[in-house]
C-alpha cells in the first residue's frame, strides 16, 4: 500500500496563475483532509471532506477549492494564486469516527507563489 | 473550541538522556489527544494517541505519553533520547463531528545532541 500519495512534489507559480494539488489514498478511507503548514503556525486545515460526495470548509478556506472525485482521490484548487500562499500543503484521510482515530498523512507539496 | 498548546518551540537534549516535549489542552468534553513526528522535509507520522483507559500510552520507537486530566496534559516522554529522534514534534486533539479533524498545536522543535 502507498498510503496517501500527493503530486506534485514541489512547484512555482507567478501570482495570478492556477493549478491543482492532486490527492490519493488507498486505504479505503472515507473521510479526507487538506492541511497548509506555515512556520510557527503548526497545520491548518483548509478543506475536509467527511464522506465521497460532501466537502466542508476549515479553518483557512479563502482563495481554496476543492473536489471530491471519489473515495479516493480529493484535489485542492488555487484558482488565483498569491504570494500568502507559498506554504507546505498535505493531504492526509482518516476511517469513520468509531472504528479509529488518527489521519494519515501524504509527503506534501511544497508552493512557492512569487 | 477544542485547542492544544505546546509552549516550547524547541527543546535540547543530550543523547541518553530522558526528554519531555509538553502539550496541554481544553477541550468540552472527553478528549482525544495525538502525537505526530515530522522528520525534515517529510509528512507526518503518526506516533500515538489517548482516547480512552490507561493514562499511560505508549507508541512507536519507544515513544510514550501521559495523561493528566487534572493538570488537561499530554506530555510526550522518551526514557532515553537518540540522535534520531531529532524532528518536530505536534500535539492535536480531535475536533468532533462526522470526521476525525483534528487541532494542532504549533509544533516543539525536539534536538538531540550526541
Known amino acids: 500500500n502507498a498510503g496517501v500519495t500527493q503530486t506534485p512534489k514541489f512547484q512555482v507559480l507567478k501570482t495570478g496563475q492556477s493549478m491543482t494539488l492532486q490527492c490519493a489514498q488507498d486505504?479505503?478511507?472515507?473521510?479526507m483532509y487538506w492541511y497548509r503548514q506555515d512556520p510557527g503556525m503548526g497545520l491548518r486545515l483548509i478543506y475536509y471532506?467527511?464522506?465521497?460526495?460532501?466537502?466542508d470548509k476549515g479553518e483557512v478556506p479563502n482563495g481554496y477549492n476543492v473536489s471530491r472525485l471519489n473515495k479516493r482521490e480529493f484535489s485542492l484548487r488555487l484558482e488565483s494564486a498569491a504570494p500568502s500562499q507559498t506554504s507546505v500543503y498535505f493531504c492526509?484521510?482518516?476511517?469513520?469516527?468509531?472504528?479509529?482515530?488518527?489521519?494519515?498523512f501524504g509527503p506534501g507539496t511544497r508552493l512557492t507563489v512569487t | 473550541a477544542q485547542s492544544v498548546a505546546q509552549p516550547e518551540d524547541q527543546v535540547n537534549v543530550a543523547e541518553g538522556n530522558p526528554l519531555t516535549v509538553k502539550c496541554t489542552y481544553s477541550?468540552?468534553?472527553?478528549?482525544?489527544l495525538f502525537w505526530y513526528v515530522q522528520y525534515p522535509n517529510r509528512g507526518l507520522q503518526f506516533l500515538l494517541k489517548?482516547?480512552?483507559?490507561?493514562?499511560l500510552v505508549k507508541g512507536s520507537y519507544g515513544f510514550e505519553a501521559e495523561f493528566n486530566k487534572s493538570q488537561t496534559s499530554f506530555h510526550l516522554k522518551k526514557p532515553s533520547a537518540l540522535v534520531s529522534d531529532s524532528a518536530l514534534y505536534f500535539c492535536?486533539?480531535?475536533?468532533?463531528?462526522?470526521?476525525?479533524?483534528?487541532?494542532f498545536g504549533t509544533g516543539t522543535l525536539l534536538a538531540v545532541q550526541p
Open positions: 477541550v468540552s468534553g472527553n478528549p482525544y
Open positions: 492535536a486533539v480531535r475536533d468532533g463531528g462526522a470526521t476525525n479533524k483534528l487541532i
Open positions: 486505504m479505503n478511507h472515507n473521510s
Open positions: 489517548y482516547i480512552t483507559g490507561d493514562n
Open positions: 471532506s467527511a464522506s465521497e460526495g460532501t466537502t
Open positions: 492526509a484521510s482518516s476511517e469513520t469516527p468509531g472504528s479509529s482515530y488518527e489521519q494519515y
